[in-house]
T-cell receptor
Framework: GQNIDQPTEMTATEGAIVQINCTYQ??????LFWYQQHAGEAPTFLSY??LDGLEEKGRFSSFLSRSKGYSYLLLKELQMKDSASYLC??????????WGAGTKLIIKP | GAVVSQHPSRVICKSGTSVKIECRSL??????MFWYRQFPKKSLMLMAT?????????EQGVEKDKFLINHASLTLSTLTVTSAHPEDSSFYIC?????????????FGPGTRLTVL
């Protein structure tokens, strides 16, 4: 079956750095997405990786290793507004998005 | 940027009634729209994919007679939850893919919180 694993919850301090990991097992792979979702709101797009390596976009970076079925989202200089759930999602061979359950990130002052 | 709206944002209804949720692409034409359901602390679950002018494709386990999807125009898709029951209470989210764009382009609506009493 298809499976995406990410930690349920993480806590970090304002101004610090946090890494949210995601491992996946899917039927085919056409890319991996990271979305941010604040409570009660729809997900918003953060990043898309289809090739191995690190993609940097401001305070957020996303890494992919296709051979390991692994990705991480790196958030730097954490701000209180970064408190949200972060969803990892993979496009399978049919371009269907397979979603992880999300990682709730709690930022403390 | 591309904007997708949903209406209503919140709805409370009695058990046995039907509820219609609208999803609109405001500044682009969407050939494909997706409907998701999300339970608290759970991942998004794709319910169905609808292409303009054709019948929706439902995911396994989703009752097509209970969740009626209509995609009558390039800017509007509707989801009707028929004879709603408390277990249908959830957060329903639509997303839309612009015409002539690749699968990477997908924009989400703000979601509709349905509570069935």
């Amino acid at each position: 079956g298809q499976n995406i694993d990410q930690p349920t919850e993480m806590t970090a301090t304002e101004g610090a750095i946090v890494q949210i990991n995601c491992t996946y097992q899917t039927s085919g792979f056409n890319g991996l997405f990271w979305y941010q979702q604040h409570a009660g709101e729809a997900p918003t797009f953060l990043s898309y990786n289809v090739l191995d390596g690190l993609e940097e976009k401001g305070r957020f970076s996303s890494f992919l290793s296709r051979s390991k079925g692994y990705s991480y989202l790196l958030l730097k200089e954490l701000q209180m507004k970064d408190s949200a759930s972060y969803l990892c999602a993979v496009w399978d061979s049919n371009y269907q998005l397979i979603w992880g359950a999300g990682t709730k990130l709690i930022i403390k002052p | 940027g591309a904007v997708v709206s949903q209406h209503p944002s919140r709805v409370i209804c009695k058990s046995g009634t039907s509820v219609k949720i609208e999803c609109r692409s405001l500044d682009f034409q969407a050939t494909t729209m997706f409907w998701y359901r999300q339970f608290p602390k759970k991942s998004l679950m794709l319910m169905a994919t609808s292409n303009e002018g054709s019948k929706a494709t439902y995911e396994q386990g989703v009752e097509k007679d209970k969740f009626l999807i209509n995609h009558a125009s390039l800017t509007l898709s509707t989801l009707t939850v028929t004879s709603a029951h408390p277990e249908d209470s959830s957060f329903y989210i639509c997303s839309a893919r612009p015409r002539n764009k690749g699968p990477l382009e997908q924009f989400f609506g703000p979601g509709t919180r349905l509570t069935v009493l």
